[in-house]
């Protein structure tokens, strides 16, 4: 059974960092390409990031680029996001979901920033 | 980028009719088209890969069709449970890109 299992959200002020994972197990992980997708309260979803099955390529929206930092470790099947110089814009449930087609997703971490 | 088109944004049905939810791209994106429905307070779960391709444990009253840049998702004879909402997302072109949504309500 395929199972993503973000962590690592919570409030932080503008300006600040966090590193979210997602833990991934049931599948290949090596194998397949990994997104980032954020929901922001009562809002639809947007595509974050994407990183290649074997971490080379590495993918960002314009929203984000240059501060947010996509990453995987393979040996440990785990998906990371280091996210830098946060703004209030950035609040939102950060999800991880796996492959071209994100056909399988975490229940997502929320992330808070606010001052 | 690839803008996703979606519509309705919303639409209130009643339980066996039949739903289209149509997707329109900005540009060809071949098949590389994804269904999604979300419930309140639950991650999104795929219904149709790759325009047409059912997935895996869902029910068969979901269908999806298209290509190039017009796309539907057909629900066939309604139930309750089908309250939600119902996203396309494209993985063609970078960045990757979702609709609106469509929110459909269960009178």
């Known amino acids: 059974e395929v199972q993503l299992l973000e962590s690592g959200g919570g409030m932080v002020q503008p300006g600040g960092s966090l590193r979210l994972s997602c833990a991934a197990s049931?599948?290949?992980?090596?194998?397949?390409?990994m997104n980032w997708v954020r929901q922001a309260p009562g809002k639809g979803l947007e595509w974050v990031s994407l990183?290649?099955?074997?971490?080379?390529?590495?993918y960002y929206a314009d929203s984000v680029k240059g501060r947010f930092t996509i990453s995987r470790d393979n040996s440990k099947n785990t998906l990371y996001l280091q996210t830098n110089s946060l703004r209030a814009e950035d609040t939102a449930v950060y999800y991880c979901?796996?492959?071209?087609?994100?056909?399988?997703w975490g229940q997502g971490t929320l992330v808070t920033v606010s001052s | 980028e690839t803008v996703l088109t979606q519509s309705p944004e919303f639409q209130s049905v009643t339980p066996k009719e039949k739903v289209t939810i149509t997707c329109r791209a900005s540009?060809?994106?071949?098949?590389?088209l994804h269904w999604y429905q979300q419930k309140p307070h639950q991650s999104p779960k795929v219904l149709i890969k790759?325009?047409?391709q059912s997935f895996s444990g869902v029910p068969s009253r979901f269908s999806g069709s298209g290509s190039g840049t017009d796309f539907t998702l057909t629900i066939n004879s309604l139930e309750a449970e089908d309250a939600a909402t119902y996203y396309c997302?494209?993985?063609?072109?970078?960045?990757?890109?979702f609709g609106q949504g469509t929110k459909l309500e269960i009178k």
């Open positions: 979901a796996k492959g071209d087609s994100s056909d399988y």
């Open positions: 049931g599948f290949t992980f090596s194998s397949y390409p």
């Open positions: 990183i290649s099955g074997s971490g080379s390529s590495k």
């Open positions: 540009q060809n994106i071949g098949n590389s």
């Open positions: 790759y325009a047409s």
């Open positions: 997302h494209q993985s063609s072109t970078l960045p990757r890109t």
